[in-house]
């Protein structure tokens, strides 16, 4: 009853805690209770959880009475590095040692972490761990694989639109006289066949035309107001979904207006917007789709592996069906589409004109809950 009546005063969580006497007496679990870092405490032995601050409970995902009750082998699935680090720790070879590890969680995604193990000298059979997430890392490391696969995107798109271009036009050139000739013969039964060729040569032509778009037009400049793109993009999309489909903002008025290409930028989020208005068409026929935009100001975020003291956050959020699995990683790739009739280009233009801000997209996403984030630097 100690433990709990130490931890109720502090947190009010006592009923899941650990009974263990002599964690209790070392007095150290109303210090690590108020720590903002991740702490979990292990039995040395059987490596049980005896204890799990709050911060613990966010990452992991679990309330400390499912933790009291778990080893941990049931939370984690290939942590044999950390095992044998803790036993080292056990049986006194070091003080206290760190690593990175990838934790991996039954049906759950893995956490990239850093992670501190420690001997507790006043309660010698026990272990500490403290875990923090290797977020800066991953994200940078995410951030510029995306910069370099759209670098090399763009160029093979603008090559292969020219390619594609010249023989093209010669095509529906000859489809065009051919048809005329078919026309003055009589034969208006041949001719469905050309008018087949010229339809589809124009279809490739606006699909050309679409690959190019982005490299086509100069960067024009001026100052953007961006809940003035949020609220073109809403109209548009509205008129396109009157019925179904609800468009909530989340804006924080605050945000200042900064240089940048407002065409570019409305085309980026309209892509975007209406990519998941068409992904919530069930939804939509049921009456309950939701899409919300949601801007706020970020400081000191690193975009491209520049510090940014001030930038634009900007959410765009769905409750639809998320991205399949199995596009969900090439989801910004050119003609990669989870839609039978889709083209495949909007979100490759969407991450360019932003790219074209010094910006960056992305995006997470699970079944009910799909986040298209937007990065723009305002500040540098």
């Given at each position: 009853m100690v433990l709990k009546n130490l931890i109720k005063a502090k947190k009010g969580h006592a009923d899941s805690l650990s009974d263990d006497v002599q964690l209790v007496n070392s007095g150290l679990l109303p210090g690590l209770e108020a720590l903002p870092t991740v702490v979990l405490v292990l039995d040395k032995r059987a490596l049980r959880v005896a204890?799990?601050?709050?911060s613990a409970e966010s990452m992991l995902d679990l309330s400390r009475k499912q933790l009291a009750q778990m080893l941990w082998s049931d939370i984690f699935t290939n942590a044999e590095e950390l095992v044998t680090t803790i036993g080292a720790i056990a049986e006194h070879r070091f003080h206290a040692t760190h690593l990175d590890?990838?934790?991996?969680?039954?049906?759950?995604?893995?956490?990239?972490v850093h992670v501190i193990v420690g001997f507790l000298e006043v309660a010698?059979?026990?272990?500490?761990?403290e875990l923090f997430e290797n977020e800066r890392h991953l994200k940078s490391d995410r951030e510029e694989r995306i910069h370099d696969l759209t670098a090399v995107n763009k160029q093979l798109i603008r090559n292969l639109a020219h390619e594609i271009k010249n023989p093209l036009g010669g095509i529906r050139g000859a489809?065009?006289?051919l048809e005329f000739e078919l026309g003055a013969r009589e034969r208006h039964d041949l001719r469905e066949y050309t008018q087949v060729i010229v339809k589809e040569s124009d279809r490739l032509q606006t699909l050309v035309d679409r690959l190019l778009e982005p490299h086509r037009h100069p960067h024009v400049v001026g100052d953007v107001n961006i809940h003035e793109v949020c609220e073109r993009v809403r109209a548009v999309i509205l008129a396109e979904f009157p019925r179904g489909l609800t468009i909530e903002r989340d804006y924080d008025v605050s945000l200042p207006d900064f240089r940048g290409d407002k065409e570019q930028l409305i085309q980026a989020l309209l892509n975007i917007v209406r990519n998941a208005a068409q992904a919530l068409r069930d939804r939509i026929s049921q009456g309950d789709a939701k899409i919300e935009l949601r801007t706020r100001i970020a400081r000191k975020v690193?975009?491209?592996k520049r510090l940014c003291k001030l930038a634009l956050?900007?959410?765009?959020?769905?409750?639809?069906?998320?991205i399949p699995e199995e596009i969900r990683d090439r989801i910004f790739y050119p003609l990669v589409s989870g839609r039978e009739d889709g083209s495949?280009?909007?979100?490759?233009?969407?991450?360019?004109?932003?790219?074209?801000?010094?910006?960056?997209?992305?995006?997470?996403s699970r079944p009910g809950h799909t986040e298209f984030q937007i990065l723009l630097p305002l500040e540098t």
């Open positions: 204890f799990a601050n709050p590890a990838v934790l991996e969680r039954p049906g759950r995604e893995p956490l990239h010698q059979d026990y272990v500490l761990l489809a065009q006289l690193t975009i491209a956050d900007l959410h765009v959020i769905d409750n639809g069906p998320g495949g280009l909007g979100l490759t233009l969407a991450q360019t004109f932003v790219q074209q801000h010094d910006g960056l997209i992305e995006v997470e």
